[in-house]
């Protein structure tokens, strides 16, 4: 069972609004992603982190931010929140040696 | 980035009956990963395949690994109705180790 948690799992808030999606792992993971999601579409990649004070942009372009201070946290960040940015996000994490990417349970925003 | 094409993208099964469903891709990858997504859910991983020709079976859900290790296939026996969900591949290449493509995902309904 994978160990990597989101949190909110749903979040409601007004335009230009600053928010922080909360993404943990306990796996001890180096790899870290952040992926996009409308409701019953492909998954899209917006930032990834290959460890500490390591991160990239992906292959979506993402006006959210995203660190990574410590292995087991990469929170994601909008500082003005839009309704164009209402979707799900999605967080993942694999090890150097294994390849298997595991997520959590997602966070639902919708930005009104 | 990369594509994947994966078939059917959606498909209206009665329970009890077999399914199969695809992805390929332009590029060699090295690792193929099969998840199912719940609705509001994170994607859940199913198979994960690492040699071209590998057949592995999670129960009742069969994977191979395509010989020209440009596509995958996901099989499952005897469906039943918690099969219900959207069922993603992943790869991962030779050139972009921190990156998996993901496919855009088959619908799957399973009517009792």
């Known amino acids: 069972e994978a160990d990597i948690y989101q949190t909110p799992r749903y979040l409601v808030i007004g335009t230009g609004k600053k928010i922080t999606l909360e993404c943990s792992q306990t796996?001890?993971?180096?790899?870290m992603y952040w992926y996009q999601q409308d409701p019953g579409m492909e998954l899209h990649l917006i930032h990834y982190s290959y460890g500490v004070n390591s991160t990239e942009k992906g292959d979506l372009s993402s006006e959210s931010t995203v660190s990574r201070i410590r292995t087991e946290h990469f929170p994601l960040t909008l500082e003005s929140a839009r309704p164009s940015h209402t979707s799900q996000y999605l967080c993942a994490s694999s090890s150097v040696l294994n390849t298997e990417a595991f997520f959590g349970q997602g966070t639902r925003l919708t930005v009104v | 980035g990369q594509q994947l094409n994966q078939s059917p993208q959606s498909m209206f099964i009665q329970e009890g009956e077999d399914v199969s469903m695809n992805c390929t891709s332009s590029s060699i990858f090295n690792t193929w990963l099969w998840y199912k997504q719940d609705p509001g859910e994170g994607p859940v991983l199913l198979i994960a395949?690492?040699?071209?020709?590998e057949l592995t079976s999670n129960g009742r859900l069969t994977a191979q690994f395509g010989i020209t290790r440009k596509d995958s296939f996901l099989n499952i026996s005897a469906s039943i109705p918690s099969d219900v969900g959207i069922y993603f591949c992943?790869?991962?290449?030779?050139?972009?180790?921190?990156?998996?493509?993901f496919g855009s995902g088959t619908k799957l309904n399973v009517k009792p």
């Open positions: 395949l690492y040699k071209a020709g």
């Open positions: 796996m001890g993971h180096d790899k």
């Open positions: 992943a790869g991962q290449g030779n050139n972009n180790f921190n990156k998996f493509y």
